[in-house]
């Protein structure tokens, strides 16, 4: 990979949850080099089967041929210490949305990563990009990249400039969006939710709310957004395949920054995340699943 993009060849994620492997997955499929982290061993055994059994997946559909799941798998490597990525031109964290965890990965990430043109960039979906630019030495150089769940399937990418983001940090995350992994992106200002985020959320909570006070069901709110309004997943099913936990802290932050009421999360959604009742990844949300 040359040219405009600063020869980002080698790639760190921290993270290999849902959304981190997913990310990883689209830059290995990408020709890059694509170095896994995660805080435990037992954790990065778990993101490992999660990220090669969703290649495997790819190859048996016939999206990748049998030759191209070796060399992408060959890309990918794993590790629990941040350090192994001093060598990588850009870096994506994508771990649980919250700040202050997010905020002390930059600063190890602003230690370790030697590279001075290197990018470190965030999957966050609602926090303020700013406020991890300012924890690094080199605020001009961290930018929001922030793809949707599954990352290998959706095509959009969110790019967040943070007042502090240099003009060279957005044209490159850009062609690396774009050109290198394929994405269609949107730029979108440093406020809390961005774009995509600030128009679903109040939807997702709205219909929370519908069911929490009995309005209709939960299959009735899922079919009339399907069949009313074209919608290929309901509001419920949405939220679940999101992550309640996530839908919750977005929320959060979306009410901090605003200060609206719709922004607000519904006691219930906060009492199924108190119950640990997250969604997809848990087996049980709005729905029950296998």
Not at 49 to 76: C, P, W
Not at 125 to 141: E, G, M, N, Q, W
Not at 253 to 266: C, D, G, R
């Amino acid at each position: 990979m040359t040219g405009i993009s600063g020869d980002i060849a080698r790639v760190g994620v921290v993270g290999c949850g849902q959304m981190g492997a997913g990310i990883a997955e689209v830059c290995a499929r990408s020709g890059l080099e694509v170095m896994v982290a995660e805080t435990t061993g037992e954790a990065l055994e778990i993101g490992r089967t999660r990220l090669f059994n969703s290649l495997v997946k790819a190859a048996e559909r016939g999206k990748i041929t049998a030759a191209e799941l070796d060399e992408t798998q060959a890309r990918l490597s794993f590790t629990t210490d941040l350090g192994e990525f001093a060598d990588r031109e850009l870096v994506i964290e994508a771990v649980v949305e919250n700040e202050q965890v997010k905020t002390e990965i930059f600063q190890v990430l602003d230690h370790v990563v030697t590279r001075p043109d290197a990018i470190l960039a965030s999957n966050t979906s609602s926090i303020p990009l700013v406020k991890l630019a300012v924890a690094t030495a080199r605020p001009d150089h961290v930018i929001g990249i922030h793809f949707f769940n599954p990352a290998p399937v959706q095509q959009l990418v969110e790019l967040i400039p943070a007042l502090t983001t240099s003009e060279g940090t957005l044209s490159r995350a850009r062609v690396f969006a774009e050109k290198v992994l394929g994405k269609h992106a949107i730029r979108a200002q440093d406020r809390s939710g961005f774009v995509v985020n600030a128009l679903l959320i109040p939807y997702l909570l709205s219909a929370i709310r519908m069911f929490e006070s009995g309005i209709a069901s939960r299959e009735d709110i899922d079919n009339g957004m399907e069949m009313g309004c074209a919608h290929p997943m309901g509001p419920l099913k949405l939220s679940d395949l999101i992550g309640l936990d996530t839908v919750a802290s977005v929320a959060y932050s979306m009410y901090e920054e605003y200060k609206e009421p719709l922004y607000a999360a519904p006691p219930l959604l906060q009492r199924m995340v108190d119950a640990g009742r997250l969604g997809r990844k848990t087996g049980s949300g709005f729905y029950t699943y296998d």
